[in-house]
């Protein structure tokens, strides 16, 4: 390969760092080159990863753009969520128009960090366009892997009310729970309380076991001795180290007295009859409670959290 090749950046590049590397316009309008923004371009035979995606729009964009939103959360490890388009902000009235690229326009920029805005800030952009079930699911992951902190949350939304998202996520605060330790464990719970049970405590040990430390995804202490809900993911079925582990776990527990529910992707596929497994478990067991509901609260879930929160005309003003 000619020598000003070797000289181009492994991945997305300007126009300017091409013609540093000796590639002139007219080479770039060649078949080795693919436009991907205006000004920004990659080798032909480069493929795009996400994060070089996400460089290319940093170079397209100008320098104040700042990554947001769930593309802001996306870049902390998180694979859920859309990833395209990707989400910037600017603190100014610019309008800019790229295919996969959203930017959003605020009055002052959120705390900044050296990958976007703040993590709590790029929570705050996310609870404006996700559904309330999402914004716990990614809430939760958020602050048990220790990316986000609840008080500073807590602080931004209340200290920057007039905020895009503020709203939200001060009512989605209360839903939240750092111990849960996965997305399907988040979303099981939620199923449960929306629908009108006791909320469970999450990934807790049981005492009464002496053999071993079992840590059960979500437990009823009451009625005694306990009911569990497990969530099996696959790694439950394909690790035979694991299977085994299992086993032994659920002997422990039933010879405990501790009753449980165990929960499959395909089971929470139908969030119903997962919620109603746990009350039938609750009720065997002495729950004597609610009855699981199925209307308003239990169909907010799914939807949009600025739907949830309502209307806004009474925000205070914007500083």
Not at 17 to 29: D, E, N, P, V
Not at 55 to 75: C, E, F, H, K, V
Not at 101 to 128: I, K, N, Q, S, W
């Amino acid at each position: 390969m000619d020598s000003p090749y070797r000289l181009l950046p492994n991945g997305p590049f300007t126009r300017r760092q091409a013609l540093a590397a000796g590639i002139t316009s007219r080479m770039l309008q060649g078949d080795g080159f693919v436009r991907l923004y205006p000004r920004v371009w990659r080798r032909k035979a480069h493929v795009m990863t996400e994060d070089d995606w996400v460089r290319a729009a940093q170079l397209a964009l100008p320098g104040d753009a700042r990554l947001t939103g769930i593309s802001r959360i996306r870049a902390v490890g998180l694979d859920y969520g859309p990833w395209r388009p990707l989400h910037f902000v600017v603190a100014r009235d610019l309008h800019l128009d790229f295919e996969g690229v959203f930017l959003h326009r605020t009055e002052a920029m959120p705390p900044l960090d050296d990958v976007g805005v703040c993590v709590e800030a790029a929570f705050l952009a996310y609870c404006v366009r996700c559904r309330v079930i999402d914004a716990i699911k990614v809430g939760d992951w958020l602050l048990h892997n220790a990316h986000m902190d609840l008080a500073r949350l807590k602080d931004l939304a209340v200290a920057q009310q007039w905020r895009d998202g503020a709203d939200e996520a001060l009512w989605i605060l209360e839903h939240l729970d750092p111990d849960s330790w996965s997305l399907k464990e988040s979303e099981t719970r939620a199923a449960i309380v929306f629908a009108g049970l006791p909320r469970p405590e999450c990934n807790r040990q049981l005492h009464e076991i002496t053999q071993r430390v079992v840590i059960v995804d979500m437990l009823y202490r009451e009625p005694q001795p306990g009911v569990a809900v497990e969530f099996e993911g696959g790694q439950h079925r394909e690790d035979q180290d694991q299977y085994e582990r299992d086993i032994g776990r659920y002997a422990l527990m039933r010879s405990a007295g501790v009753s449980y529910v165990q929960v499959t992707n395909a089971k929470l596929k139908q969030p119903r009859k997962v919620v109603n497994e746990v009350h039938r478990e609750l009720v065997a067991h002495g729950y004597d409670g609610p009855a699981p509901l199925f209307g308003e609260r239990w169909q907010t879930l799914f939807r949009s959290l600025r739907a949830a929160v309502g209307p806004r005309d009474w925000r205070r003003p914007s500083a």
